[in-house]
């Protein structure tokens, strides 16, 4: 059995999985569970796949690893068949993976060095991740986050063009810009570049990148750089993600947000006016601490007004630690109850953007069968099967609930 990795959680997790699955190459009988810590089912769902793989797999060895057990190692050491916990600092140092015995350590060393900066693949996914930044400086009350990445550090944007232009000579044709608070890119970095910045000499280095996406993004924290570019440069996907998390002022004020709700619909017309037609979602939390119907029914009226389409909908989940944990409660069946509330509002914006593409071209990435993502990161279905890791025109010609339909050109 080659190493087998389980991947929780978010996208800078996926990155890593890859740097993990290099690093660990050759290490047969090895699981790596790379854990999430943002909400306590994403912790429910590790700990039942660790169990899980213990009882099927009881000779491997498994080694856990992630936000969750950054923060709490001895919890999960104390699983079955728990080999190694690794801090997610460790967790990207070649010497973490070195074999318990062998001779040749200074070539696996330096060999491990380059695989830990220079991903080649992501298996079984037709766009790659890329990670530009680490941490987070910000302390939003319900985030547990900073504790398990700790203070924002950004990578250089030479060894971003590098992992880019690796990937673009494996045949990636799209790219997606992820970390923790990727907006507060670049202030530890000589000459403090900011995300904008970065993005448009990435671009300049990598000619021949199709396309460029960036990850969830603070709406306080968008450059004039990044703007220009949401403005003229193709490149970059028409489809920008939020870190909204409540459209009520008062619930924005109580998590120790960077913004208000005038300025994050500013941030939502502004972008409409320089890109037109350019889809916007946002990540929500249901059941803040303190949330009233009244306050809740002020997101949900943000969301309507804002006509956001894609939206990551959690029930708020209380973590050790985070001053929002000591907050009076909301009862857990009104959480999920407004999170279901919540997407409903969604899927309507949905469908009303799903009939605006009718009819159009678009360009289409393609992932397996007859699957793809738009530019705006709408999912498609084919009439047909076509080969994963395209970008072709198609066009639209219906919706269902779930996806747009097309013909391929």
């Not at 699981?31 to 899980?52: D, G, H, S």
């Not at 601490?289 to 959690?314: K, S």
């Not at 409903?344 to 469908?351: D, I, L």
Request: with cysteine.
């Amino acid at each position: 059995m080659s190493v087998e990795i389980l991947t929780f959680g978010c996208r800078l997790n996926t990155y890593e999985s890859e740097v993990m699955r290099s690093l660990a190459a050759g290490q047969t009988g090895t699981i790596i569970v790379n854990t999430c810590a943002v909400t306590a089912e994403a912790e429910r769902q590790a700990r039942q796949a660790i169990r899980k793989a213990a009882r099927e797999q009881p000779d491997a060895r498994i080694v856990v690893t992630g936000c969750a057990a950054q923060i709490d190692p001895a919890a999960w050491a104390g699983l079955p068949n728990v080999h190694r916990v690794l801090g997610n600092e460790d967790k990207l140092k070649p010497e973490s993976w070195l074999p318990d015995a062998g001779s040749a350590v200074s070539d696996i060393m330096a060999a491990r060095e380059t695989a830990a900066h220079l991903v080649t693949e992501f298996a079984g996914r037709a766009r790659a991740f890329v990670q530009v930044q680490q941490g987070c400086d910000h302390r939003c009350t319900f985030c547990v986050i900073p504790f398990g990445r700790g203070p924002n550090r950004s990578v250089p944007i030479g060894a971003i063009a590098d992992q880019v232009r690796t990937l673009v000579a494996s045949g990636y044709r799209e790219v997606v810009l992820t970390g923790v608070d990727i907006a507060s890119y670049g202030p530890d970095l000589p000459g403090a570049p900011t995300l904008g910045q970065m993005v448009r000499r990435l671009l300049a280095a990598v000619p021949d990148l199709t396309r460029l996406r960036l990850s969830s993004i603070d709406p306080a924290a968008i450059d004039a750089d990044l703007w220009r570019l949401i403005a003229e440069e193709p490149r970059l996907m028409p489809h920008l993600h939020l870190s909204l998390q409540a459209g009520s002022d008062l619930i924005l004020k109580r998590m120790r947000r960077r913004h208000l709700c005038a300025e994050a619909m500013a941030v939502i017309q502004r972008a409409r006016a320089l890109r037109p037609g350019i889809a916007i979602g946002a990540d929500l939390i249901a059941g803040f601490p303190t949330e009233t119907d009244a306050l809740f029914a002020e997101t949900v009226d943000f969301v309507r007004e804002a006509a956001l389409p894609y939206l990551h909908v959690f029930p708020y989940s209380e973590r050790p630690g985070t001053p929002a944990a000591r907050m009076p409660a909301v009862p857990k069946p009104v959480r999920k109850e407004r999170a279901a509330l919540l997407r409903e509002a969604g899927s309507a914006e949905v469908r009303r953007f799903f009939a605006e593409q009718v009819g159009r071209t678009v360009s289409l990435l393609t992932e397996s069968g007859d699957r793809g993502h738009t530019e705006h990161f709408a999912p498609v279905r084919l009439n047909r099967p076509v080969d994963p890791g395209r970008v072709l025109a198609a066009r639209i010609t219906g919706t269902t609930d779930e996806n747009l339909l097309a013909e391929a050109a």
